[in-house]
């Protein structure tokens, strides 16, 4: 990459209580980040019903399947995303791959 794409290259802090979306096999699911797991995890309140999650189902995803909810577009009726983002208060070691 050239020095003006990494200057294109979005980069987010997530913290508790921001809106995301959990990268599954199910879609994306929305959710709410509520907090961080001493395994490196993310602790969130799923918010709308898709497939096997249910609206108000607490449960715990991976940092790099955690999606900001500004990082996904539509094109051509597919879900795109884009960017990288960090997870604030989650220790280094389990940040996300490219942060």
């Known amino acids: 990459m050239t020095n003006t ?3 294109l290259i979005r980069m987010t802090v997530i913290r508790i209580g921001d809106l995301i979306f959990l990268d599954s096999f199910s879609g994306l699911v ?3 980040v ?6 490196g995890e993310i ?3 799923v918010t709308a019903t898709r497939g096997a999650y249910r609206r108000g189902e607490h449960t ?10 500004a990082h996904v577009r539509v094109r051509c009726g597919q879900f795109r995303i ?18």
């Open 5 to 7: 794409q990494l200057h």
């Open 30 to 32: 929305p959710a709410k």
């Open 34 to 39: 509520t907090g961080y797991t001493s395994c």
């Open 43 to 45: 602790a969130v309140m």
């Open 60 to 69: 715990t995803f991976t940092p790099s399947g955690s999606v900001p909810r």
């Open 82 to 99: 884009f960017g990288a983002w960090t997870f604030d208060g989650l220790r280094d070691e389990f940040q996300p791959r490219w942060a």
